[in-house]
């Protein structure tokens, strides 16, 4: 989803961009709607890649029947139902539990590298509603050579919505999403999570070290002295020129040889590759470097 801020995917998501074929006329009227939808609905699409809107519009136009852009920013303008429904096609909030369990070891190593040392700091960048700073808190539960009570996780979305999910910490199964297949990462979650019909609430123990606070990645100042970062399947959607400076606050926010995982699917622009020490280049686990461009 793309959707409803419970990490369904729609399929029609994931369906391509319409065919482009109405040349500069739509170019035009597509860079109009946008321009509406960043004054009038006041969400920013400069900072997002145009692959990225274009499928969200797309997907939108389908859905309400309308063949061209033109049609589609006529019904816009018009009816504030679909700026609503717009406003949530456009929101990012896919998310799981221990998403892509391959990284997960790879960030299990890391924590284990890391405790022992007094306190590890860990930070998810873009956590969306909660799912993985608590993986986090989980996975340093359960495995014998982390020691839990040292971990502290720092859960920031730009969204106050996924934050009061995250902040309660109850989620619901549904027929798209499969919490127990999600958790199954673990031998046996159920020392973590209380599952009650359909639901699943984090168990006390685990929230005790996570914390939430909004925090917007290409606006806001950096934080610092985090030992682990943790920013995933964000950046895929995120404009060039803005990705860098998000890469530099996260830089800025980490101590100097701290960790930084990024989503498997994006990459560190060339520009930082010399802030990073590629770790687990599959994983796209890296460190950052002692000293780097970002501290200038
Ligand atoms: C696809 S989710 C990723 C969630 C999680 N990291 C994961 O990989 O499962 C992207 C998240 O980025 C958040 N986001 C979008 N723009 C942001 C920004 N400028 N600063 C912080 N978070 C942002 C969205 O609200 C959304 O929750």
Same mark, same amino acid.
């Given at each position: ?39 009038? #609905?006041?969400?920013?699409? %400069?900072?997002?890649? /145009? ?5 969200? !519009?797309?997907? *939108?136009?389908? =859905? ?114 499969? #919490?127990?297949?999600?958790? %199954?990462?673990?031998? /046996? ?5 209380? !599952?009650?019909? *359909?639901?699943? =609430? ?95």
């Amino acid at each position: 989803m793309i959707g409803d801020g419970a990490g369904e995917i729609d399929p029609e998501d994931l369906d391509l961009p319409l065919d482009d074929t109405g040349g500069d006329d739509d170019e035009e009227t597509f860079t109009e709607l946008l321009a509406f939808v960043e004054d009038e #609905l006041s969400f920013a699409t %400069s900072h997002y890649n /145009d692959s990225y809107l274009d499928r969200r !519009v797309s997907s *939108r136009m389908r =859905r309400t029947q309308c063949d061209t852009y033109e049609a589609y920013f006529e019904l816009l303008r018009q009816d504030p139902a679909e700026q609503e429904a717009l406003l949530e096609a456009l929101s990012i909030n896919v998310t799981g539990f221990f998403r892509n369990p391959d990284v997960w070891e790879g960030i299990r190593t890391v924590l284990r590298r890391l405790s022992g040392n007094g306190p590890v700091r860990v930070w998810s960048a873009a956590c969306a509603d909660g799912r993985e700073p608590y993986s986090l808190a989980m996975l340093a539960h359960d495995d014998p050579e982390i020691d839990e009570s040292s971990v502290y996780v720092l859960g920031t979305d730009i969204s106050q919505p996924a934050l009061e999910t995250a902040r309660e910490g109850v989620y619901e199964e549904s027929r798209t999403i499969d #919490l127990d297949e999600q958790l %199954s990462f673990l031998d /046996d979650y159920r020392r973590y999570v209380d !599952v009650d019909g *359909r639901n699943y =609430r984090i168990a006390d123990d685990v929230r005790t070290n996570v914390r939430f606070q909004r925090h917007d990645l290409i606006n806001d100042e950096p934080k610092s002295g985090f030992d682990l970062v943790v920013c995933r399947n964000l950046f895929i959607y995120i404009d060039n020129a803005y990705k860098r400076s998000m890469l530099e606050t996260i830089a800025r926010s980490l101590r100097s040889s701290g960790y930084l995982v990024i989503g498997k699917a994006e990459t560190i622009p060339p520009n930082l590759q010399s802030a990073f020490a590629v770790r687990e280049a599959r994983l796209r686990i890296y460190q950052r470097a002692e000293s780097s461009a970002t501290d200038q």
